[in-house]
């Protein structure tokens, strides 16, 4: 380092990202970008190639809010269609998240810090999964940051003129957020509740302004809130999650750390829990209290996974790890303000260790064909192209798969859904009855002679399905294309 | 490594500390949601195995609000009246110090800002036999001060400031060990208290001026801000205030009543201090430093001062009986309790380093619940609990600290084991100088545990290959190590990192 020529020291924080974006973008374009288009990129690439109008229609059904889909419409518009064009909006995304990471860092502890920031965020295999991924979770990281950017400013900006500005950031911000994903509004609380319990920090008249923006904040979304209870179908959406446990919680921050792992992985890395206390023990060192800014940064992270977990326990099941990415710059803050208060040398050890580990789950998260994540419906319909005749009948089931399929399979066979699922038809994915099965199994299959099954997404039904084809035609194929993704071939007619 | 030489601010933040009360609550709901749910919803293994882990978290439980208890309100103000003024005996204790040091601490004891005091050297180094006890006569005629020095012995400190007692007669008598230097203001921000009648005794922080030397000083510092923080600033809302047995003032008629400093326990200061409290007599903690002492600086000196100090408290805890003591009022009772039975904790430290150890060799468990549950309920409650106590340590609360009382659990033990077969220690003073020497006989029980860890993860490894269960314990175990490695590395010889000694004014 110190043999280095002298513009690196002049430019190092441009040089450092710089190098960390060229870092994603070259993962993204040799690795990520290569993947299979996912099912719930599918649904994304479905739901924006309609009109705007269709396209509200279609999300206000779904569990999310409009601004990305808004977005990708028009960038599609633009740019064209295509998986790689789509998925470059969230590259594009998760590359401005990373400065604004190191100004986040910046701004609660310092330069170094904000570029170890920068640094977790760039080899974060959970940030470089979903800055691929066909959805909104890049954007809402990078609100999620600069909405945080903002909050912190609030309090620590004096000059009047200057925090009007900062105001005004925050309403902005907020705005856009809250149209990125719904758990934004977790954000608003944490950051409520971190106001109620840091009076002090605050200006008088901050109250005032602050439930002043989320009225507005009400009234600006409250027409969307209308348009979704008036279609009232938001609780039929699919796939259906399960009420969350303690494995859960802490699943959210292994992933949020070293990504997707094979579940032996992932296991053996979140029983090493105890671990955690050790580096609470490690935290107690002499005179170093934590700053507001972690305490901030503390409250970001645990209230909306809190929050999440309790809707979830006591409502709908509605926790998901990507749903609360805005937990993750949070975490990667607080971790940073933990370190900051180790001796140098310790606290040199851990942030290098950190970086290791998550930089080693990242190479195999990305290379590794195991990963549970990976839906690789390309490769199944890349078969079915070259297998299924014209004669033979493609099922894919659960139904809403039905959308990565579509759009890689170019051939001749048709396709169709267990349980049959008519898209044309208002209303939600009809149930899985076992009664009916016979019945729509022989309607699918009049005619064919080969029937292709294609299982992912298992909802509960999918083994007694794959029984129903063993025991009553004969099986002649079985392929293995990812995690949780198997065709099957029957023969139907002889 | 900490800056050697730590600003007075730093110093004296352990002493204006507030407590965060919102959280004491939150700590105590979830100290009650962990325990209970561990003892009464989660399936047992090995009955023996939950039995032993239930019986240490109820140390913990009672540890925990106890001390929560105790810290609630730290800022109870105490009437004095500033204007009152009478005699005192300052007394200061020597059994074999060098005389430099005496020397030292008996300069400061003349330079005291206050109207009326005679100042006595206590030399046992007679009774003590010490080669340089005529050097302390020596040093009290050159000052021209008071020397008694015993010629029977007994008693030890007790027997040497009993014996100081009946040839003395001023109504009160400050007492400081032999390196224990005195402040100007000394008696003047402690006399005022007596005052009011009822005041029996006085007690200052028993402040370490060598803190920085190395980590052995540091550890015994750091160890002692916990409890003359918050702890004794709590205790002084209770009038349960502990008796150390320097820097320090009583009176005289008082100490009188309970026939004077107490002989029989190796603990004399705290067993005479509740022996005043059960006569209904007030005690006062002053949160000021006013005397700077010395820690000891080498592992032998630590160990056998935590030996003496355990083994006293201990004492107390068997010999006295003290939730049964007429006299004393309930939080007193609740108090000398809490204090007494921190020793004890050495065997529920132990019990739980070996719960780690029985699985590798055995695969018993002592509950049958997912790991990631367990981590649920504990991490926030233990978290919260390290919140608490930095929070009401003014953030003086370390590793260093957390370390030395963990890894302290075989002084405790051996403690216990010579309290229950009744060995007689010998009182030995603290050892003001250095000793260097290879020290690792006395953690061998630290050594052994690490050794059995990397033993007993290969047998469990080989038994049932890497499992959920086996990384859960080796990360409890490797918690467990790491903080014993503490203790074994400042045992090893020439591993004390010896800068040149800084003294610390405050």
């Given amino acids: ?91 594009i995304f998760f590359i401005a998240a990373i400065p604004a990471m190191y100004f986040l860092g910046k701004l609660a502890y310092n330069k170094n810090a904000g570029l170890y920031a920068a640094l977790l965020l760039s080899v974060s295999p959970f940030m470089n999964w979903y800055g691929n991924e066909i959805r909104m979770y890049s954007l809402f990281t990078l609100v999620v940051i600069l909405h945080q950017y903002c909050f912190i400013k609030l309090y620590k900006t004096t000059d009047p003129a200057r925090r009007r500005s900062w105001w005004w950031a925050y309403g902005i911000v907020s705005l856009f957020g ?7 509004l977790f954000s608003i609380v944490s950051q409520g509740l971190f106001y109620l319990f840091n009076r002090d920090l605050f200006q008088p008249g901050d109250f005032k302004k602050f439930l002043g923006i989320i009225v507005l904040l009400m009234i600006a979304f409250s027409p969307w809130i209308y348009y979704v209870l008036k279609l009232g179908s938001i609780s039929n959406s699919s796939p259906l999650l399960e009420a969350p446990t303690s494995v859960n919680i802490f699943n959210t921050f292994s992933q949020f750390l070293f990504g997707f792992q094979i579940d032996y992985v992932n296991t053996i890395l979140v029983s090493l829990w105890p671990l955690l206390v050790l580096f609470g023990f490690f935290g107690l060192q002499k005179n170093k209290k934590p700053s507001s800014d972690t305490l901030y940064f503390l409250t970001a992270l645990i209230v909306p996974m809190a929050l999440a977990f309790i809707v979830s326990i006591a409502f709908r099941p509605l926790y998901l790890s990507r749903y609360l990415i805005l937990s993750l710059p949070p975490l990667y803050m607080v971790i940073i303000g933990f370190f900051a208060n180790l001796p140098p040398t310790i606290k040199k050890v851990f942030q290098i260790l950190l970086v290791v580990l998550m930089a080693a789950t990242l190479f195999i998260e990305a290379f590794s064909a195991l990963t549970p994540v990976k839906e690789d419906y390309k490769a199944a319909t890349d078969y079915l192209m070259a297998n299924a005749k014209a004669d033979d009948a493609i099922v894919v089931s659960a139904p809403f798969t039905i959308y990565p399929v579509e759009y890689y399979y170019h051939g001749s066979s048709v396709l169709s859904t267990l349980p049959i699922w008519d898209r044309a038809s208002y209303g939600p994915i009809p149930p899985f009855d076992s009664a009916t099965l016979p019945q729509q199994i022989a309607t699918i299959s009049q005619n064919h002679q080969n029937l292709w099954l294609l299982l992912s997404y298992d909802q509960g039904y999918q083994e007694t399905l794959r029984l129903y084809f063993d025991t009553h035609y004969q099986r002649l194929t ?8 198997d065709l099957y071939e029957y023969k139907i007619r002889y | 490594m900490p800056a050697l030489n730590p600003t007075k601010k730093d110093q004296k933040r352990f002493l204006s500390s507030v407590t965060p009360k919102g959280l004491v609550l939150l700590n105590i709901v979830l100290l009650f949601a962990y325990f209970i749910l561990l003892a009464f919803f989660f399936p047992t293994g090995n009955r023996i195995l939950f039995a032993l882990l239930i019986a240490g978290e109820v140390f913990h439980v009672w540890q925990l609000l106890t001390f929560l208890y105790t810290i609630w309100d730290t800022r109870t103000p105490v009437p004095q009246d500033a204007a009152f003024r009478a005699p005192v005996d300052v007394y200061i204790t020597v059994a074999g110090e060098p005389a430099e040091l005496v020397e030292e601490t008996l300069q400061a004891a003349q330079a005291m800002d206050y109207p009326d005091f005679t100042i006595y050297l206590l030399n046992d180094g007679y009774v003590a036999k010490r080669d340089n006890w005529q050097d302390i006569e020596a040093l009290g005629k050159r000052y021209g001060v008071h020397v008694i020095t015993r010629q029977v012995g007994g008693g030890a400190k007790a027997g040497n400031i009993n014996h100081a007692l009946a040839q003395t007669g001023s109504p009160f008598v400050a007492i400081f060990d032999a390196d224990h230097v005195p402040h100007a203001d000394f008696l003047l921000k402690t006399i005022p208290y007596f005052s009011d009648q009822k005041v029996a005794f006085v007690q200052s922080p028993q402040y370490y001026k060598n803190y920085a030397v190395n980590e052995i000083t540091r550890g015994a510092w750091e160890q002692q801000e916990l409890f003359f923080g918050p702890i004794c600033r709590g205790k002084n809302r209770l009038n349960a205030a502990t008796m150390c047995g320097t820097n320090m003032v009583i009176r005289r008629d008082a100490l009188q009543s309970v026939g004077g400093m107490c002989e029989e326990s190796i603990a004399e200061d705290f067993a005479t201090g509740m022996f005043l409290h059960q006569k209904g007599y007030r005690s006062i903690y002053v949160a000021e430093v006013l005397a700077e002492g010395l820690a000891p600086e080498d592992f032998l000196s630590y160990y056998k001062q935590q030996f003496r100090w355990a083994r006293g408290a201990l004492d107390v805890i068997f010999k006295y009986h003290v939730l049964f003591r007429k006299g004393l009022t309930l939080p007193q009772r609740i108090q000398y309790l809490a204090s007494a039975s921190f020793y004890l904790s050495g065997l529920v430290v132990i019990m739980n380093a070996l719960i780690p150890l029985v699985f590798f060799f055995t695969g018993a468990v002592p ?119 503490q203790f074994i590395r400042l045992a090893a010889p020439e591993r004390i990192d010896a800068q040149k000694p800084v003294a610390v004014t405050v």
Avoid: C
């Avoid at chain 1, 149209?179 to 934004?184: D, E, G, V």
């Avoid at chain 2, 919260?384 to 930095?390: A, D, G, M």
């Avoid at chain 2, 003073?429 to 250095?434: I, L, Q």
């Avoid at chain 2, 061998?444 to 290969?458: M, N, P, R």
């Fill in chain 1, 1 to 91: 380092m110190k043999n280095l020529p002298p513009f690196f020291y002049k430019y190092k924080i441009p040089l450092v990202l710089g190098a960390l974006m060229l870092f994603v973008i070259s993962l993204s374009v040799f690795i990520f970008s290569r993947q299979s288009l996912r099912l719930d990129e599918a649904q994304s690439l479905w739901q924006t190639s309609r009109s705007p109008l269709k396209m509200f229609n279609i999300i206000a059904q779904d569990v999310h809010v409009p601004f990305y889909h808004l977005m990708l419409h028009f960038w599609q518009v633009f740019l064209g269609n295509g998986v790689a064009t789509a998925r470059a909006l969230s590259m």
């Fill in chain 1, 178 to 184: 809250i149209f990125t994903h719904y758990f934004f």
């Fill in chain 1, 478 to 485: 079985v392929m293995h294309f990812s995690p949780g993704l």
């Fill in chain 2, 367 to 485: 509950i049958v619940v997912a790991t990631m549950l367990l981590a649920l309920i504990f991490l926030p409650y233990i978290f919260v609990t390290l919140y608490t106590l930095r929070g009401s340590s003014n953030f003086s609360y370390t590793f260093r600290s957390l370390a030395f009382s963990m890894s302290s659990f075989s002084i405790h033990l051996a403690a216990l084991w010579s309290v229950m077969t009744g060995t007689k220690p010998a009182f030995e003073v603290t050892s003001k100088t250095k000793l260097s020497g290879n020290f690792l006989h006395l953690v061998w029980i630290h050594i052994a545990y690490v050794a059995l860890v990397a033993i007993g993860l290969t047998v469990a490894i080989s038994r049932e290959g890497v499992s959920a269960s086996i990384m859960a314990n080796a990360a409890w175990a490797i918690l467990n190590g790491v903080i014993f490695l």
